[in-house]
T-cell receptor, first 113, second 110 residues
Framework: DVKVTQSSRYLVKRTGEKVFLECVQD?????MFWYRQDPGLGLRLIYF???????EKGDIPEGYSVSREKKERFSLILESASTNQTSMYLC????????????FGQGTRLTVV | KQEVTQIPAALSVPEGENLVLNCSFT??????LQWFRQDPGKGLTSLLL???SQREQTSGRLNASLDKSSGRSTLYIAASQPGDSATYLC?????????WGAGTKLIIKP
């Protein structure tokens, strides 16, 4: 069974901390994505990656960075956490070809206090 | 810029009813449209993917239609069950980016 695993279900961090959210997929997918989800706003794309060491900004990259050192792992980094980054974070992966499904992790609920 | 809208934001129906969820998009230049389900506090599960050349897709009690020219898709759920209670999201695949609606929260009352 295909799997996308996010390292934490729940996290509580303090303002100003550096936060790492990890995502691992076992499907050998080239493409990986980080979204945040807020009530009434749907999913918004933060960053995505088409290959190892490649990254592209999404719609809301400010305050975030990413790392893709290995194909199966895509990390989201909050350089200095702020309260407005309290959100649900979702990682996804999909193959590079068109008309393929996206597979999601279980989500990380991050609270910044 | 592509925009995706889902109406209504919430829907509550008695068990056993057939129901339709709506998704509209502003730009017909899409590769496909995907419907997902999200249970509270969880990730998303893919339900159906309709390619731009297709009119509909079926999976069990679910049927999704696509009318690209009018910018609309519907998700039909037959004989609803309490286990169908979840948030349903649609996403259009434009330029290999998924653009999301805000979702419809569905409650099926036993």
């Amino acid at each position: 069974d295909v799997k996308v695993t996010q390292s934490s279900r729940y996290l509580v961090k303090r303002t100003g901390e550096k936060v790492f959210l990890e995502c691992v997929q076992d499907m050998d997918h080239e493409n990986m994505f980080w979204y945040r989800q807020d009530p009434g706003l749907g999913l918004r794309l933060i960053y995505f990656s088409y290959d190892v060491k490649m990254k592209e900004k999404g719609d809301i990259p400010e305050g975030y960075s990413v790392s893709r050192e290995k194909k199966e792992r895509f990390s989201l980094i909050l350089e200095s956490a702020s309260t407005n980054q309290t959100s649900m974070y979702l990682c996804a992966s999909r193959p590079p070809s068109l008309n393929t499904e996206a597979f999601f992790g279980q989500g990380t609920r991050l609270t910044v206090v | 810029k592509q925009e995706v809208t889902q109406i209504p934001a919430a829907l509550s129906v008695p068990e056993g009813e057939n129901l339709v969820l709506n998704c509209s998009f502003t730009d017909s230049a899409i590769y496909n449209l995907q419907w997902f389900r999200q249970d509270p506090g969880k990730g998303l599960t893919s339900l159906l993917l309709i390619q731009s050349s297709q009119r509909e897709q079926t999976s069990g009690r679910l049927n999704a239609s696509l009318d690209k020219s009018s910018g609309r898709s519907t998700l039909y759920i037959a004989a609803s069950q309490p286990g169908d209670s979840a948030t349903y999201l649609c996403a259009v695949d434009s330029n290999y980016q998924l653009i999301w609606g805000a979702g419809t929260k569905l409650i099926i009352k036993p």
